[in-house]
Each structure stands twice: as C-alpha cells, then as structure tokens.
C-alpha cells in the first residue's frame, strides 16, 4: 500500500466529534443576509422599516426615531399624510392584516415632538452654498440632507410660512398646524437661512448663480386644472387648492348652501371634508369609479361617513345658470382601458344622464407646475421642469424635484425624491457621497420565505377615529395616535422580513453544531465552514427569510 494514510482519532479517545470536518461533503453552504423586506421596495423615501419597527419593539423609541429621519426629517408630518405603498405591500397582509406603519411613524414622529429631540450639527461646515426654492417637502428634504452634509444651504419660499401643501394645503383636521411647525423648524435649527415672502422666478437665476453653487427648484404645483364647462370669472366654481388655502388662514372662501365638489383625489376629499365642516350639503363628483379613485380608501370613507354624498364614475358634460344656481347636465361613465397610462378617456354610457344643482362648485381635478417665468432657464416638457436621473435640468447647477418635475403628487415621494436630489447636488459640488442600497444583490422576502409557525395571529389595529357627527363639528384631529400599548402590540406583529433579530434559531436547530453566535460578525453569526454541511434546516427554521445557502465553488 503506498501514499500516506490520514488517520482520524476516534472520538471515543478524544470525547469529542469537533475532529470530523463534515463540512467536506457540502455542496452549498449557509450564510446569513440582510434581505431586502417589500416595505422597503415600494417606500418613497427608501426608509429601513423592519429596522426602526423592531427598534420601537424593543422600546428604543429614540433609536427608531433616528433611523426614520435618516431618510425622512418630517415623520409626524408623513405618519399623517402618506397614501401607505409599504402597507399595501407588507408580508402581513397575507397572514393577518398588515402591520400598521404608517401609525407607528406617527407615534414616533409625535414622541420627537413632545421630547423635543433635536437633529446633531453638521459634524463639518464647508464654504459651500445651495439655493433652494420651496419650503415644501421636496425642499425641506433637500435643505435637510445638504446640512447634514454641512453645505450651507438658504430656502427660499414664497409663504409667510414653510411647509407648502402641508401648511397651506391639508386641512387641520388632518394635519394640525402645530406639528408642521415643530418639525419644519427642527430643520432650520441645523443652520438653514430662511426668505419667506419671496417668489423667485427664472429672472433671478443669474443673481442666484453669484452667490450659490447650485440652485434647486422645488416650488410644486400651485396652478389649478380648469374644466372648459366653467367660466374662470365665475366666482360660483372655486379652484380646490385655492379653497383650501383659505381654510388653513382662517379666513374661508365663501360658499353658497349646497356645494358640489369636482375630483376624485386626495384634494377633493379635503375639500368635501372642510366644506362639510363649514356647515354645506356636499357631494362629490369623480370621473373614477371608487375602486380606481387616486383618493386613498380611508380618506374616501371619511368623507362619507360624515355625510358627503359621492357620485363615482360620472362627468358633467354642461353647465347651465337657471335663476343664479348651477345645474351640472352629468353623465354616467367608465374608463377606457385601450389608452397609454397617464391617460383617461371617459366613454359615456347612453340613457345615464342626470341633473345636479350646486350653489357652489369646488374643482379639485389637479394642479401644474408655474412654470411662464421659467421657460427660458429650464427645459420644460409636458408642462414640467425636464430633469435627468440626476435631477439635473438643462441648465448647469440647477437641479428639481418634487411636483414642479413630477406627476407623482405625493407627499412622501417628495420628501424621497428631495433626498436623493440632495446627494446628486452634493455630487456635484464634488463631496463624496456613499449612498447604501440594502441587499441589493439578494432578492426580496416574500410571503412564503417566512416561517409563520413562530408568528401568532393577531389582528391588526388602527388609529381610533373620532365619530362622524363630533369630526363635523369643527376642524380638530379625527384620527388619534396609538396608545403605548397600541404601538407596542403594532411594533411586535411585524415580521422583520430580511433582517435578523437574534433569536438563535440558526444555532439551536443546525443538526452539526455549525453555526455560533459572534458579536464580531456582520449579522451576529458565524457559520464553520468545516461543519456545515449546507442542509438548509437554518433556511427553513429561521422565522424571517434571513437565512440562505449558496452553492459551494469547487
């Protein structure tokens, strides 16, 4: 017999098996992954929610705080008024109803508030400068994440106040005033110059360019849609957002007894919402059919709850003035399916006709961007500042987002968009960005990568609505924040998709002892390499799809 011959040591001589290397017999082998969780997917401002949900379970309250304004600086502000992609895309739903977190980051935006946490100072102050115009959420963001990075920024805003739509838009009775102005002004304590009553316009660029590195617009969208049926002059058909912004000054548009509302948006629901509070008979008009309507289902229901008669899937084809009230000649309708989307082409349906009469009519069909005074800095195209990947317009060193260079009109997507705009300024200025983008080379956990034998039913909870008949009564909160316990209960039912929350599942069921818990590790395991054997029991054990195996190199 020739070669050398490995001999083992028989454990009955060592008492132990740590001698027999299993591991070369393994085709694949286990690792652990931060896997991207769908809430984060759809998130506009790409907010780690498994990471800051497990972090309120823990009752590290201002830990979870700071991870939510890592990407979002105004979350009481959106814990109020987002439309909720990352509900509608969580694993839970499919279980037991989706974690509500959108609540939860209420809760805690409103905790930040009553604590008085305060965002860190810039750990650097550079000697560059960026001017930003409009102190919406897509230019609140965008001065935000610039002073972190300690660029001066100056914002710019044509209000007496900051906030844009969230202050002169949504209603107080969903967004109280005092919340806006905590947090706006959380972001101008980090050392932002503010200009209030001032409205720039492109004549102003080449002063602009004097004293700053780069210009970003961010001035949103303020000019109503009118439908031809009515006049401009005529002072019985109100523009929606003009509507609102008189209610949030206290000082209302006036209304005639009976006021039909035009839209089927989150504006037009506002709107039927205060009309109804100033005491008039309100129904709503949508060309969608509810299903399909852009307003959210809740902000829907309120409305009818508290006494909004709504009429879907219908248009007014005319007007007619009979003794100085307006009759809407109306049409049943349904949407045509065979058009680019963007597009809505209503298809009337014969013998539907029907009469509305209004003393007032309320259009809430949408908004553009102002953009006469721009047209020749900028590029416009399709009624919007023309930006790149980058958010670069055409002209050098300005930069856009938010409505002025959107159609996706939401709060939250403003709020992400003024972020990311921030860091491809902050590019440009030649500061070194390192944006992280989690897991992106492992794929999305789903509904069936987690193990739902260690997860309870538990039914999902909401915010407590105040009741209809004392919501008319005046422009207070209807929608209350979660109790401790409330948030606590919400907090645990999340599933933490992707993420490892240590509960040593990996360790406890691998049949060859291969995984060891190591605090020096990147996700607190170590798997040994001379043991596993890639048999996948810590894949199927582990309760949130943050296991996996890959296959083995030869």
Known sequence: MSGTVKRVPSIWTTGSTDILNTGTWRSAIAVHEKRPAPCYGVCPVDGDIPVWVQQVRNEKFKEAWQTLVENNPIPAAIGRTCHRPCEGACNRTDFDGAVSINALEQYIGDMAIQEGWAFPAPSVELDQKVAVIGGGPAGL?????????GIQVTLFDANPELGGVLRYGVPEYRLPKKMVAAETQRIVD??????????????????????????????????????????????????????????????????????VVIGG????????????RLGRQ????????????????????????????????????????????LLLHCIKVELDQNVLPGIIRPIEIAGTEFILEADTVILAVGQDPELTDWKDRVQVAKGMVKIDEDYRTSHAGIFAAGD??????????????????????????????????????????????????YFPNQEPGERDKVDADVRIAGFAEIRLGLSDEQALNQAKRCFSCGSCVECDNCSIFCPDMAIIKDADAPLYYKVLEQYCKGCGCCLEECPRGAMGVKEEKK
Request: hydrophobic share 45%; proline share 2%.
């Open 404 to 453: 002025v260079a959107s159609t996706e009109r939401f709060v939250s997507t403003a709020i992400g968009d003024g972020k990311r705009a921030a860091n491809c300024i902050a590019r440009h200025l030649g500061q070194l960005v390192v944006v992280e983008d989690a897991a992106v080379e492992t794929k999305e956990v789903t509904f069936e990568d987690i193990n739902t034998f």
């Open 190 to 259: 980090l050392g932002v110059e503010v200009v209030t009553g001032r409205k720039l316009t492109g004549a102003d660029v080449e002063e602009l360019e004097r004293d700053y590195s780069a210009i970003f617009i961010a001035f949103g969208a303020h000019e109503p849609k009118r439908l031809s049926q009515f006049s401009k002059n005529d002072k019985r058909a109100l523009d929606g957002i003009a509507f609102l912004r008189s209610v949030r000054l206290d000082a209302p548009a006036e209304l005639g007894r009976k006021v």
């Open 141 to 149: 963001s965008c001065a935000y994440q610039l002073r972190r990075k």
């Open 265 to 276: 948006g989150s504006v037009a629901m506002d709107v039927a919402g205060s009309a109804l």
């Open 282 to 325: 309100t129904e709503i008009l949508a060309l969608e059919g509810r299903e399909v309507m852009p307003a959210p289902e809740d902000e829907i229901e309120d409305v009818i709850e508290e006494g909004a008669l709504l009429i879907d899937g219908a248009m007014v084809k005319t007007v007619e003035d009979v003794s100085g009230r």
